[in-house]
Structures are given as structure tokens and as C-alpha cells.
């Protein structure tokens, strides 16, 4: 079994900012990339940025320059550290991490944590 259990997310005022985090537990092997997703009402889920093992970051262009991910692979957590929040930053934030089980070969797959709700107010 894998867990991912975020946490962090809130009510904030346009211009302000919040820290998500996000641990993964369970039997992992190897933790490859993991990341930072949202899904607005009515909107599909989109990326908001990924970070590799070795610390290489993507960000969607909406929020760069606004957002910091970072992961500490030694504890299995990815952070996502949010500034200058916009309203239309509001939506429900996932985590995501590519991983490999143990005893599960090479295979890697996605798991995904439970999302955690972050509303901007205006």
C-alpha cells in the first residue's frame, strides 16, 4: 500500500500565500518525479509544476515566478510553497508521485494523494 497525504491548503486573500505539503508512505522503492496538480470547477485537472529525483523543476507559466516546488527524497515529501496567490489560483491541489513499489521490479506508476482545497479570495 502507498499513501499520499497532503496538507496545507486553506482560504488566503488575493496576494497572499500558502505552503502545501505532501508526504508519501507505504512500501517505495524508489520515488521518481512528483508534482503539483489542480482541478478548478468545471475545469480539467492541469499541471501546476513536477520536480525529478534530481531536482530538475517544471512550472505551468501561470505560475511562474509565483511558485516554488521543492522535495526532500530522504523523507518522501514534495512541498509546493505558493506567493502573490491569485483567485483564480483557487481549486483542489493534488499531489502526484511517479513510484516504483518494492518487490515491484522496475515499474513505476502514478498515485495520487486526496487533494486538498486552496480558495483565493478577491
Known amino acids: 500500500q502507498v499513501q499520499l497525504v497532503e496538507s496545507g491548503g486553506g482560504l488566503v486573500q488575493a496576494g497572499g500565500s500558502l505552503r502545501l505539503s505532501c508526504a508519501a508512505s507505504?512500501?517505495?522503492?524508489?520515488?521518481?518525479?512528483m508534482g503539483w496538480y489542480r482541478q478548478a470547477p468545471g475545469k480539467q485537472r492541469e499541471k501546476v509544476a513536477t520536480i525529478t529525483r534530481g531536482g530538475s523543476t517544471d512550472y505551468d507559466e501561470s505560475t511562474k515566478g509565483r511558485f516554488t516546488i521543492s522535495r526532500d527524497n530522504a523523507r518522501n515529501t514534495v512541498s509546493l510553497q505558493m506567493n502573490s496567490l491569485k483567485p483564480e489560483d483557487t481549486a483542489v491541489y493534488y499531489c502526484m508521485s511517479n513510484l516504483i513499489r518494492s518487490g515491484e521490479g522496475f515499474r513505476a506508476s502514478d498515485y495520487w494523494g486526496q487533494g486538498t482545497q486552496v480558495t483565493v479570495s478577491s
Open positions: 507505504g512500501s517505495i522503492f524508489r520515488i521518481n518525479e
